[in-house]
């Protein structure tokens, strides 16, 4: 723990506690709506967005949250509009973000192997305090949006359709979930890297998932599994001298086979005759 006593540890601690709260909450939706991959498509975009700020010599965090927003709403609007379909528009991301990042990255000053890889897999023990301050910031808009609005967003993610008739904004909705999720997205790039960001996303939506019966338990149960995996990945990290994204999602992949192996007890014991507790309605909508 005397790795604690260095502040670059605090820092790269609390970024890390910070995302590992949010991407879950922002996650269960994704996770709900079947986008559990739209992660790592925007962090494709993202890349576009490093490769613009390395070229212009601005900010890589700010360019890459504008082109990522941009490419979130665009993708969005497509699929609401067009005859495109959800998975064809995530596939145009992933495609156009990977090929755009790579040749800004490789026509700007900067394109080294060691600027591309820090964003690429994370560089928590680099993040600056104003980096946190941003991280911070975001990441508390990003988690009360998610709060605040769960109603209304876990009705849009069960049955859009059925949110449109009870008068639901469904289109502007869908543009939260498309800003935040670019959002949450560039903010967790320092964290696991924009590679690894769609895990912590959905690894811990998936492990509360083995054990929880209704959303708003899994949501908290997911969130108490992002922020432990992520407090105990850097922590582990700093003493074995690993990557702290990679060891963090190991450790979101690790509650997942614990979880499973819980759940199966579990409903062999509902299989035995012990009654099941449900939870009473999460949202109720009138038409």
Same mark, same amino acid.
Not at 118 to 144: C, K, N
Not at 246 to 259: D, P, S
């Given at each position: ?60 965090? &700010?360019?890459? !949250?504008?082109?990522?927003? @941009?490419?979130? /709403? #665009? ?5 609401? =509009? $067009?005859?495109? %379909? ?107 890297? &924009?590679?690894? !960001?769609?895990?912590?996303? @959905?690894?811990? /939506? #998936? ?5 929880? =019966? $209704?959303?708003? %338990? ?70």
């Amino acid at each position: 723990m005397d790795l604690l006593t260095y502040p670059f540890m605090l820092r790269a601690l609390a970024g890390a506690l910070i995302i590992g709260l949010a991407a879950p909450a922002l996650g269960i939706y994704l996770v709900q709506r079947r986008l559990s991959l739209i992660g790592d498509g925007i962090g494709h975009v993202a890349l576009t967005g490093v490769g613009v700020g390395l070229l212009t010599h601005q900010s890589p965090v &700010l360019t890459a !949250v504008i082109v990522s927003v @941009v490419g979130a /709403v #665009a993708v969005e609007l497509v699929r609401e =509009r $067009g005859r495109t %379909s959800g998975d064809l528009a995530l596939a145009l991301l992933f495609y156009g973000g990977i090929a755009g990042g790579v040749v800004l990255v490789g026509l700007s000053d900067d394109s080294s192997n060691a600027s591309l890889m820090q964003y690429l897999f994370g560089s928590l023990i680099t993040t600056s305090p104003q980096d946190i301050a941003v991280i911070a910031g975001l990441g508390a808009a990003v988690l009360v949006a998610m709060l605040l609005f769960r109603p209304a967003l876990f009705a849009l993610c069960n049955d859009e359709e059925y949110a449109r008739v009870s008068g639901l904004p469904v289109r502007t909705l869908n543009l939260l979930l498309a800003v935040t999720t670019a959002v949450t997205v560039t903010i967790a790039m320092r964290t696991v890297g &924009l590679l690894l !960001v769609s895990a912590l996303m @959905v690894v811990p /939506v #998936a492990a509360a998932q083995q054990i929880t =019966r $209704g959303f708003r %338990s899994t949501m908290a149960v997911a969130m108490l599994i992002g922020i432990c995996a992520a407090g105990a990945g850097v922590v582990l990290a700093g003493s074995l001298d690993t990557a702290p994204g990679a060891t963090t999602v190991l450790l979101a992949l690790a509650a997942f086979l614990i979880t499973t192996g819980a759940g199966a007890l579990w409903h062999r014991r509902r299989r035995a005759g012990v009654p099941a507790q449900v939870e009473p309605p999460d949202v109720v909508l009138h038409a």
